[in-house]
């Protein structure tokens, strides 16, 4: 499969994750079934199983980086958990001092995001994290920002993955190692 199950205890960690992502509808424009995480962040137990596990996953790693903005909220915790440094990756603009940006292409449009120059050491093992993938743009932008800073990009990390979209593959294009707990098939 395309997602990562370790054994049967993280199955029942993968069904109770399905249990609480929450389909939006036409947000943000018409078409997108947006996949919400509110409902996970909401139940403690849940979400502190889901970092609890990921956290066993990526022992190598020296840092972890987070996509602003859901990326923050499982990176932050991610990193906290594993007692890493937390690398963040912003939208454009919200950065003050020496920074780099990229722009890239959403599934429903373009964006950009930029990482301080002197955030990450050269060499440093890092894991990307963020909540979903769909068309990979956004982790493949922050894999390359990471790379240009000295990085070495060991994995991508996210909670969902949207298996009919290309994102995957285009990760494997970019060298890019892609972890996921659940998947949905969207065309």
Not at 90 to 115: Q, T
Request: charged fraction near 25%; glycine fraction near 8%; hydrophobic fraction near 40%.
């Amino acid at each position: 499969p395309s997602f990562r199950i370790r054994n049967m205890a993280n199955q029942q960690l993968i069904d109770n994750i399905k249990t609480v992502i929450r389909d939006v509808p036409d947000f943000p424009k018409k078409g997108i079934v947006f996949k919400d995480i509110t409902p996970l962040l909401l139940n403690s137990e849940i979400f502190s199983q889901l970092i609890d596990h990921v956290a066993t996953l990526f022992p190598h790693v020296e840092a972890i980086a987070g996509v602003e903005s859901r990326g923050f909220i499982f990176g932050a915790a991610l990193a906290y958990k594993m007692k890493k440094p937390f690398i963040i990756i912003r939208k454009p603009n919200k950065l003050p001092g020496n920074k780099i940006g990229v722009d890239y292409g959403l599934e429903y449009g373009k964006d950009r995001l930029e990482i301080h120059t002197d955030t990450v050491e050269k060499g440093q093992k890092v894991v990307v994290v963020d909540d979903l993938i769909a068309t990979g743009g956004s982790l493949i932008a922050a894999c390359s920002l990471l790379r240009q800073c000295g990085a070495e990009v060991t994995d991508c990390f996210c909670v969902i993955e949207l298996v009919g979209l290309p994102g995957r593959k285009k990760l494997e294009e970019n060298n890019l190692k892609l972890i996921t707990l659940v998947g949905y098939q969207e065309a």
